[in-house]
C-alpha cells in the first residue's frame, strides 16, 4: 500500500513538470495550420490542441507535444509519434492502428475504445499497461517491453 502511494504520488510530481506547470498555454496556431496543410509537425508544441476527429493518418508529429490535446476521433492510422509528449491527451475512439509511439509517453491520457493494432509502443510510458484495460483492441502491437500483444479481434459495435 506504502509503495502504491508513492509511485501515485511520483507520477503527481512528474506530471506537474511535466504538463500542469505549461497551464492555459494554448496551441501554435502556425503550427495547427502547418498540420493541418502538410500533416508534417514534429517536435511542435501542439498543448491543448483541439483536434477532435481530424485525419492525421501518415501524419508525422515525431517529438511533438501533444499535452492536454484534444484528439477524440481522430484517424492517426500510420502516424509517426516517437517520442511525442501524449500525457492527459484524450484519445477516446482515436484510431492508432500502425503507429509508432516509440518512446512517446501517455501518462492519464484517455485510452477508452481506442485502436493501437500493430501499433509500436516500444519504450513507452503509458503509467502502466492496465492502461489498456479499456481500449479497443491492440491486437499485435508491440508493447512497451518491447513483447508482441495478443488480444482477440476488436469487438462489433
Known amino acids: ?37 502538410t500533416k508534417k509537425c514534429p517536435g511542435c508544441d501542439l498543448s491543448y490542441a ?14 511533438a507535444n501533444l499535452n492536454v490535446a484534444n484528439l477524440r476521433g481522430a484517424n492517426l492510422s500510420g502516424a509517426n509519434l516517437t517520442g511525442a509528449n501524449l500525457n492527459l491527451t484524450d484519445l477516446t475512439r482515436t484510431n ?12 492519464f491520457a484517455r485510452l477508452r475504445r481506442t485502436t493501437f493494432d500493430n501499433a509500436n509502443l516500444t519504450s513507452a510510458i503509458l503509467g502502466g499497461l492496465e492502461r489498456f ?3 479497443r483492441s491492440f491486437q499485435d502491437a508491440i508493447l512497451p517491453n518491447g513483447t508482441k500483444a495478443f488480444a482477440p479481434p476488436a469487438r462489433q459495435k
Do not use: E, F
Open 96 to 107: 492508432l492502428t500502425g503507429a509508432n509511439l516509440t518512446q512517446a509517453t501517455l501518462v
Open 1 to 37: 500500500m506504502k509503495q502504491k502511494l508513492s509511485s501515485t504520488l511520483g507520477a503527481i510530481a512528474a506530471l506537474s513538470l511535466v504538463g500542469w506547470g505549461q497551464v492555459a498555454q494554448a496551441a501554435d496556431p502556425a503550427q495547427l495550420d502547418q498540420l493541418r496543410r
Open 133 to 135: 484495460a479499456h481500449t
Open 50 to 63: 483541439k483536434l477532435r476527429g481530424v485525419n492525421l493518418s501518415g501524419a508525422d508529429l515525431s517529438g
